[in-house]
């Protein structure tokens, strides 16, 4: 049986609506983007920090990024002192091809044997379409040994593409575009009042259409918001399945790195420093934690010294509102209501922006007459950009208790 919120079926005594590429004619309809995001702010502290970027006319939303990589290459396999050559293998999310893109010929790398604690800086030669790289140790001014072997897992760092006097143009080390979308979301409340319940006094409610217009607007701000947040791409199989777009959690979980953490389960003091650093590392400036109140209270327990506080000199104490990392950054730190414990995520809030489907950011229409009642839909449709989510800038904890 479909339900007829949900999936594209005729409702009762009403005929099927168009589809989206159809056009539409309406009448008595409102705008109520303003009043929308005005409602129930202390419910919604993500999306009052993210705001709203530019409306779109697509089925869907696109961004591009481009990974320049992290400065460093992974050796998959042992190099011997003696060696001329040396596998690179993936690291960071990119493949063995896209890390081997951070080099050219002429690169040098500088390699630290933690087996051996010897230096050395070795020059790429050339590089082969499979990560092979061509390698030989340079003799420096100190020293470095030019007999260092690497094993699997080293890190060799890239210190540049230098060139010789006079040199000759290289291939550009163009990186391969990726294009990311999100889809939409369309919520929906409606309210219906009979023409003897909207002639009724009632105390406190002067009218009690309105009062439930505002009451279901609250709501659909607060589901925005979880959307937002919670939200897991679902494309729609039939019409009866309606679509979801990919909220923070869609798009970080799926992603790899130490700044998503789906193993500590008790919050430390160690764990947070990690993910922060690790998207710090890799370009997050204006990180914020947003995670249930039992979370966020365990950084008040933490080194007094890093606690960032709004002093209330009328009163004792203060509201902690930033905690300092160990890689400088003041971490903002945001309670929220009534939202899964185990889930708290690290954001980079500049990157991110929710995105109205063009004319449909929060709409109200009242419908035509069925009857004795009257009868209005609200209706928002919105999706989510956020950049940097396949870039590591952003963070992640998925199984806290």
Known sequence: ????????????????????????????????????????????????????????????????????????????????????????????????????????????????????????????????????????????????????????????????????????????????????????????????????????????????????????????????????????AVTPRTVTEASLMHGALGFLVAQGGSNIDTTTTALTETAVNTVVSAAWESGAANLTWFSDINQAAKFTRWDKNRIRTDINNGKGGGYINYYLCECGIELEIVPMRKVPTNIAFVIDTSKVKLRAKKGRKAIMEQLGKAGDFTDWQIITEFSMEMKGANLHQHGLFTRLS
């Open 1 to 232: 049986m479909g339900l007829d919120y949900h999936s594209i079926n005729a409702a009762t005594g009403r005929g099927l609506p168009q589809a989206t590429t159809d056009v539409v004619s309406l009448s008595n309809r409102r705008d109520v983007s303003d009043m929308l995001d005005l409602l129930a702010i202390a419910e919604t502290p993500f999306i009052n920090r993210i705001g709203w970027g530019a409306e779109s006319g697509g089925l869907k939303i696109e961004w591009i990024s481009e990974d320049l990589g992290p400065g460093y290459v992974q050796a998959g396999s042992v190099k011997a002192s003696a060696g001329a050559s040396l596998q690179i293998s993936t690291v960071e999310g990119l493949t063995t091809a896209e890390a081997a893109a951070q080099i050219q010929t002429g690169t040098v790398l500088y390699h630290y044997a933690s087996t051996t604690g010897e230096h050395s800086v070795l020059l790429v030669v050339s590089v082969g379409s499979d990560g092979e790289l061509e390698v030989e140790t340079l003799s420096t001014a100190v020293s470095f040994s030019v007999a260092a072997s690497t094993i699997a897992g080293d890190n060799l760092y890239i210190i540049g593409a230098v060139a010789n006097e006079a040199s000759l143009p290289r291939t550009g080390n163009w990186r391969t575009r990726v294009m990311n979308s999100n889809g939409f979301t369309i919520l929906r409340q409606d309210v219906q009042i009979t023409g003897s319940q909207a002639a009724t006094d009632m105390w406190a409610v002067n009218s009690e259409e309105q009062h439930q217009i505002l009451m279901r607007l609250k709501e659909m701000q607060r589901e925005r918001e979880k959307s937002a947040l919670y939200s897991v």
